[in-house]
């Protein structure tokens, strides 16, 4: 756990091993062992690594990811050429922002989400928690409104699809804004 946890605060920074190392008064070993999960470091130790980056580690009462923990599970399948389980994952995640309390909903969105590596991937990723949250009527987090989460063209996510203006219309205003172009039904449970 410790380690998703510090990898996620650390690439939402933008900030290397190497000087996370620098200013936690350690080695980028050490930070490596730990986000790779080679070695169970104490929550003293994660705290230390967390408090250059400007995070405390704090328990919620949820088994649910936060947003930045699957960004990078999304970048890691974006890597591997594996989009279908970059998109569950996406939907996985507008499911359980609908399912949790508000102010876990809150919490889980909170700490900016790291890049994905794909410029289209962050957009539908900020797209989806702006639509969770407005639909909710709960506070939408800085980042989600940055302009590297917003697409410069419009971006049709089913490859499939033949009649984009069709889509748009049938496409939430959170997602459009990030110049997301997805049928709402994509998002309904079946």
């Known amino acids: 756990m410790g380690n998703s946890i510090l990898e996620a605060a650390r690439k ?33 130790t994660i705290e230390r690594y967390l408090s ?3 995070f405390t580690l704090l328990a919620i009462p949820t088994i649910k990811s936060a947003v930045a923990e699957i960004a990078i599970r999304i970048g890691e399948s974006v890597k591997e050429n594996k989009f279908a389980r970059a998109f569950r994952l996406i939907i996985q995640l507008h499911d359980d922002l609908k399912s949790v309390e508000p102010g876990i909903c809150v919490a889980l969105t909170v700490a900016p ?8 991937h962050d957009a539908l ?4 928690v702006e639509k ?13 409104s940055e302009d590297s989460r917003r697409l410069p063209e ?22 459009l804004k990030h110049n997301v172009i997805i049928d709402v039904q994509e998002f309904e449970s079946v």
């Open 12 to 44: 939402s920074q933008g900030i290397s091993q190497v000087q996370l190392a620098r200013k936690a008064k350690t080695f980028q070993a050490n930070i490596s062992m730990t986000e790779s999960g080679a070695t169970d470091p104490g929550i003293s």
């Open 52 to 54: 250059p980056l400007g």
């Open 113 to 120: 989400a790291p890049s994905t590596g794909s410029v289209k």
């Open 125 to 128: 990723l900020a797209g989806v």
């Open 132 to 144: 969770v949250l407005s639909e909710r009527k709960l506070p939408i987090p800085k980042w989600v």
């Open 154 to 175: 419009p971006w049709v996510v089913d490859k499939y699809e033949t009649d984009a203006k069709l889509i748009a219309v049938r496409t939430p205003k959170a997602l």
